[in-house]
């Protein structure tokens, strides 16, 4: 064990932080599953002349960001590099929260963009269907999954910081085992949904 990795793993576990901090944790994520629930359902008007469609290649550079952060800090974990870990779980946790501020604003204020939605009509028709062919499904599913993916990890992504944070190693590593990959799934498929998704905007 290097010393870097010694240092840290030396803290004592602050358990009654860890415990505050994931009240906050179920509060937060419940306020940000309600924002995500509303903002297909209520639709905020734009000044006029303003417009959020240069959001949706952002969240996508962002996310592809936020994926190459998440292997740097894999990598230095794994040797040993617990500061620059950190450092990249911060970046990677900032990231997350740019794309979540920006998503959210971008969908409250713009209609869906449907896959297969040829004239942009907000509709896919059966002949649209046809044109489009078998990628319909396998869009659909990268986008369940990543859409899943997302909302089922975003508690347990906090959790796992928390855990790191408070100097709960063992529980930080076991949680981080299984978090790890749902979260680099969730930031690699947001760009290729976004990639097969840009024929239809408007």
């Not at 230095?76 to 450092?87: C, D």
């Not at 946790?93 to 959210?104: A, E, H, P, Q, R």
């Amino acid at each position: 064990m290097n010393d870097e990795r010694a240092q840290w793993l030396s803290r004592p576990p602050q358990e009654e932080l860890s415990k505050k901090l994931g009240i906050a944790a179920w509060i937060l994520t419940s306020a940000i599953l309600a924002l995500v629930g509303m903002m297909r359902q209520v639709k905020i008007p734009l000044p006029e002349g303003m417009s959020l469609s240069f959001l949706p290649p952002f969240h996508a550079a962002v996310n592809a960001a936020a994926a190459v952060v998440l292997v740097i800090a894999f990598i230095a974990v794994i040797k040993g590099r617990i500061a620059l870990h950190r450092r990249m779980i911060l970046v990677a946790m900032g990231l997350s929260v740019l794309f979540l501020l920006s998503y959210v604003a971008y969908h409250f204020t713009h209609n869906e963009v449907k896959f297969g939605d040829l004239n942009l009509d907000g509709i896919v028709d059966d002949p649209e269907r046809a044109q489009v062919g078998g990628m319909r499904t396998v869009y659909l599913l990268l986008l369940i999954s990543h859409i899943v993916l997302a909302a089922v990890s975003l508690p347990f992504i906090l959790f796992t910081f928390i855990a790191g944070w408070t100097s709960r190693f063992n529980t930080h590593r076991r949680l981080a085992r299984w978090v790890f990959p749902m979260w680099l799934y969730v930031a690699v498929t947001g760009p290729i949904c976004y990639w097969m998704l840009r024929p239809y905007y408007p």
